[in-house]
């Protein structure tokens, strides 16, 4: 902040404006007196008067007077100029086709995933009967596959809204997997230190390379694939998914669902 007013005070902002300003002057001449700070911007004094405007129009240049070309010569140019954007346009190539998402080439599943993301959005009541089962019914395990994530640096967080921006920050920079994923993240405790646990339905049988790639929050996580042949695994599923508390025998802080 200091830094970005430095050019302010010291190039356009005369004292006459940022009198206005008091609580910003004295935050200014405080930092910038700083022996680090000022080692480094040196003495600083604010600008006196504002810098001229230069003008929009540009000097006259004077006109140069160019022999003209004779008739003949001009058409012999104006037919090689056609000639060469010609052969210009040939050479061009084709644009490329965007390449497609693997994802997108896999075999057809009978999950659709916009049917389940919106039969959890509309159920309000009876949430077991209702959407916990329709998502068994919908769930295609050659189509999906279901994943654990659990935060690798839970005693950092200390402090309850920093971990539910942390959380809150890591689900808007998986935006790009939307189309081919659903979430539940849960943020978990009473007392800090907060854990971070989630749920994730992902399209395929890995998580998917370009999310790995580009989402830098993933190796912040142990990622484990859910066994749905272990009952505990498919509860501990049902429990996220509806949001359980207790979970785990702790209270819920805060759940998140990406959907």
Known sequence: MTCNLYLGFSRIMTKSFTSEFPHVERYFWTLVNQPKIKKILGEVKQAVSLPPVPSKK????????????????????????????????????APKPKPKNPLDL??????????????????????????IKGFWDMYDPEGYSLWFCDYKYNEENTVSYVTMNKVGGFLQRMDLARKYAFGKML???????????????????????????????????????????????????????????????EPLLDAKCFK
């Open 106 to 131: 896999l075999p057809p599943s009978k999950m659709v995933l916009d049917d389940w993301k919106r039969l959890y959005s509309n159920t309000k009541t009876n949430f077991r009967e209702v959407a």
């Open 187 to 249: 943020v978990i405790g009473a007392n800090p230190p907060f854990k971070v646990k989630g749920l994730w339905l992902f399209r395929g049988q890995e998580i998917p390379q370009f999310v790995i790639d580009e989402c830098y929050d993933m190796e912040l996580y142990e990622w484990k694939k859910v066994d749905l042949s272990d009952a505990a695994q498919k509860e501990r599923v049902n429990q996220m998914i509806e949001d359980c508390e207790p979970f785990e025998g």
């Open 58 to 93: 540009p000097a006259a240049q004077p006109k140069e007077t160019k022999p003209k070309a004779e008739p003949k010569k001009e058409a012999k140019k104006e037919v090689e100029k056609q000639a060469a954007k010609a052969e210009a346009a040939e050479e061009e190539e």
